[in-house]
């Protein structure tokens, strides 16, 4: 399984940015993906994930300020991040990751989100 993420980039305090993670090489479906993130110094957290079944999880910290979303028809997610605030720059990774037999699990390359204030 492979992951293609894009996205990115710079946004000022209170902007948006929307990140996007293709994943390839599976004919499985029924798999979590989601979004990590690690600052500078800091260890990688979990930003938001998203089932199958579009059931969402989310870090305290970007609670009403972000959604993931997928489109299991492209095996797609992505993450929508408004209201940038500078604490969210950080080096963002997408993740995939079947629990069921076959289990799999594969990260992106990640990709930098910079938020200036």
């Known amino acids: 399984v492979q992951l293609q993420a894009s996205g990115g980039g710079s946004a000022q305090a209170g902007g948006s940015l929307r990140l996007s993670c293709a994943a390839s090489?599976?004919?499985?479906?029924?798999?979590?993906m989601g979004w990590y993130r690690q600052a500078p110094g800091k260890q990688r957290e979990l930003v938001a994930t998203?089932?199958?079944?579009?059931?969402?999880n989310y870090a305290d910290s970007v609670k009403g300020r972000f959604t993931i979303s997928r489109d299991n028809a492209k095996n797609t997610a992505y993450l929508q991040m408004n209201s940038l605030k500078p604490e969210d720059t950080a080096v963002y990774y997408c993740?995939?990751?079947?629990?069921?037999?076959?289990?799999?699990?594969?990260w992106g390359q990640g990709t930098l989100v910079t938020v200036s204030s």
């Open positions: 993740n995939i990751r079947r629990i069921f037999t076959p289990r799999f699990e594969a």
């Open positions: 090489g599976t004919t499985y479906s029924n798999y979590y």
């Open positions: 998203i089932n199958s079944g579009g059931t969402t």
